[in-house]
């Protein structure tokens, strides 16, 4: 069965912290892996994507690592900021005939000034 | 630039009333389309996926449905809505590509079956 698990729930940190982000999923046969973040209330964004050949990505303070063969990713965020307070979602596809994403349940991120 | 619109934005209905919600895209051709659904303390789960005009696939038993009548529309749909329908309806639209392909989603309705 394909899951993904992110941990931990929830997160708060003072600002100018770097904090990071885990995020598991079963089965490494991944097509690709990407980080949402997703503020109350509103829809998703796309922060990034890592493709199943690719190691790392990076934009802006963020950097998103995956390690397939170990079922991990990890989003990292330098020098966090309270605009960065918000849920930040890892989804996963495995590629079934269409990108189908699988979800984690999220990471709710508090950054406090 | 492409843009993804969703209505209505809140929808208070009674259970057991039918359901419409609407999704259409705009500034691009032949999008994957898909619907989302955010449970109360649960994660985003799909329900249906849209590769082209009036082909659909549906990721989970339920009484919801989804239609394509055009390219850039995507409709769910019920004919009597549960307690369990409540949540937080996500669309999304894709370009078709490879692994470099990002899904982008729609600002949500949010159902409250009462």
């Known amino acids: 069965k394909q899951e993904v698990t992110q941990i931990p729930a929830a997160l708060s940190v003072p600002e100018g912290e770097n904090l990071v982000l885990n995020c598991s999923f079963t089965?490494?046969?991944?097509?690709?892996l990407q980080w949402f973040r997703q503020d109350p209330g509103k829809g998703l964004t796309s922060l990034l994507l890592?493709?199943?050949?690719?190691r790392e990505q990076t934009s802006g303070r963020l950097n998103a690592s995956l390690d397939k063969s170990s079922g991990r990713s990890t989003l990292y965020i330098a020098a966090s900021q309270p605009g960065d307070s918000a849920t930040y979602l890892c989804?996963?596809?495995?590629?079934?005939?269409?990108?189908?994403?699988?979800f984690g349940t999220g990471t709710r991120l508090t950054v406090i000034p | 630039s492409q843009t993804i619109h969703q209505w209505p934005a809140t929808l208070v209905q009674p259970v057991g009333s039918p359901l419409s919600l609407e999704c259409t895209v705009e500034g691009t051709s032949n999008p994957n389309l898909y619907w989302y659904r955010q449970a109360a303390g649960r994660g985003l789960q799909l329900l249906f996926y849209?590769?082209?005009?009036?082909?659909i696939s549906s990721e989970v038993p339920q009484n919801l449905s989804a239609s394509r009548p055009q390219d850039r529309q995507f409709i769910l749909s019920s004919k009597k809505l549960l307690l369990s329908d409540s949540g937080f309806y996500l669309c999304?639209?894709?370009?078709?590509?490879?692994?470099?392909?990002?899904?982008?989603f729609g600002p949500g309705t949010r159902l409250l079956v009462l």
């Open positions: 989804a996963v596809s495995w590629f079934d005939g269409a990108n189908n994403l699988f």
């Open positions: 849209s590769i082209g005009i009036d082909q």
């Open positions: 890592i493709q199943s050949s690719q």
């Open positions: 089965d490494s046969a991944i097509y690709n």
């Open positions: 999304a639209w894709e370009r078709k590509g490879g692994q470099e392909e990002t899904q982008y």
